[in-house]
């Protein structure tokens, strides 16, 4: 089975996802997508990937970013695998409003790969998560997420760069 390419842009890593505009940080919270969640995630709503496939495919876990007190509104989609030894983002998008020089929210990508990090040590697998990444974006994800390229565009997040992007993001392990 072909594994995805990653092109997901870190912009910032932040706190939370800070407001473009106002520049305001708004605490968010990552839970399970349902399937009620799926009417507005479409590619006729300019999403990239078929989320609703991901959702129905029961190898894989599928989480939403929202912001607290606001859980209507997806911010970004995660999608992982729990493998024997680690996680593997299989897809993670943002939503669109938040992708481009006018995105509304910075931080949603950090975000997201940071709860697969928090994941990861949950499940007592020392934080490592793996991905596939467009070759383009190997120097990107080395420097932003302190991932080491393996082989090919595989990429891996150890314990210690899962460590950092865990605390930036929850505070805690």
Avoid at 43 to 57: H, Q
Avoid at 62 to 84: H, M
């Amino acid at each position: 089975m072909k594994k995805t390419e990653q092109g997901f842009i870190i912009d910032r890593l932040t706190d939370s996802i800070l407001n473009t505009i106002s520049g305001d940080s708004f605490q968010t919270e990552v839970s399970t997508l349902k399937k009620s969640d799926l009417k507005h995630i479409l590619k006729k709503n300019n999403w990239n990937f078929a989320w609703k496939a991901e959702f129905n495919d029961l190898t894989k876990e599928v989480y939403k970013l929202t912001i607290v007190n606001n859980p209507d509104i997806v911010q970004g989609l995660l999608s992982i695998t729990v493998e024997s030894d680690h996680i593997f983002m299989n897809l993670l998008e943002s939503a669109p409003f938040n992708i481009g020089k006018q995105k509304l929210y910075e931080g949603v990508a950090g975000n997201l790969v940071a709860y697969a990090c928090k994941v990861s040590f949950q499940k007592g697998y020392d934080g490592f998560v793996a991905f596939t990444a467009k070759s383009r974006l190997i120097k990107h994800y080395e420097e932003t997420l302190r991932a080491y390229h393996f082989r090919n565009q595989r990429m891996i997040i150890d314990t210690n760069s899962a460590k950092f992007l865990v605390t930036k993001y929850f505070k805690t392990l």
